[in-house]
């Protein structure tokens, strides 16, 4: 039966191979750290209307409560920096992680190869559970812990001569693995490009993001009207945002997904503002079934749509 060492270098191989960028290890145990801040945070309302935030706050701050037994936190990254962007001139703007297909499933899916991989190579049932932004588990917070990035000023998690354009996904197990140094150095510095490049500041201080301002909770999570003072700062987008990704100057080393499934489908490169502004619901479902632009609905695709024509 393979030892400890040798089961944590298997897993970090077969991630790597089923095309993940990175993986890494923590001990499962609370985050002490993280947990005023995230009481700051809701304390002081930033997360708007997401209120399953306030929900299972031990649980977001301690693994072995989501899943008994659980002794280490797996944690992998998947690059999802599109190889064409959509066009801007005269157009509309959606976030680059919902170019393609939904990312849930696309993780999720290879999770559960890595699972597999890790039971096959253990020789026995692995007592595991996975994530992909789905539950409350700090998934950035985990990321960092085990090695992956530091946490930028814009809240993102960022690898140097890489960047942030990475989705984040988690195997909570009952295995002991060699853990990972959470040390990597924030290269950050004094630069607030993210921060300056906000338009409707919602980057509040270095790593405080209050929602309510923010574009990206705005156009998806927000259920009511759209707020007429932070219009002009809106510019054309209509669901999430880039702003502060793009401004960080790690982005500048972005290299384009080799995962194809986050490509943008040909009709979605040749939409022109007239296309999205008569998009019907039957054309909606068609372009954008299981995309990330079904969590907004087709009827709030169409509010940010008219908020920004109007």
Known sequence: MPDKSHISRHIKEQALALGFDACGFSKAEFLEKESQKFKDWLSNKMHGEMHYMENHFDKRMDPRLLHEGTKSVISVLLNYYPDTLL?????????????????????KEKLQELLNKMEAFAEYPVSARLFVDSAPVLDRAWAAKCGLGWI????????????????????????????DADDYKDFCGNCTKCIDACPTGAITSPQNVDARKCI????????????????????DWIFGCDICQDACP??????????IDFAPKTELLKMKK??????????????????PLER???????RNINFLKE
């Open 87 to 107: 066009p801007e001139n005269d157009n509309y703007k959606i976030s680059k992680y919902a170019y393609g297909k939904n990312y849930h499933f696309i993780v």
């Open 152 to 179: 930028g000023k814009n809240s993102c998690l960022i690898r140097k001569n890489e960047g942030s354009f990475f989705f984040i996904g988690e195997i909570l197990c009952d295995l002991d693995l060699d853990y």
């Open 216 to 235: 990206s909770y705005l156009t998806i999570e927000h259920k009511n009207e759209l707020p007429e003072a932070l219009k002009e700062q809106f510019g």
């Open 250 to 259: 790690h982005n500048r080393f972005a290299k384009p997904t080799t995962e």
């Open 274 to 291: 007239k296309d999205w502004e008569k998009l019907s619901e039957e054309e909606f479902h068609a372009l954008f079934k299981n995309s």
């Open 296 to 302: 907004c609905k087709f009827n709030g695709l169409k």
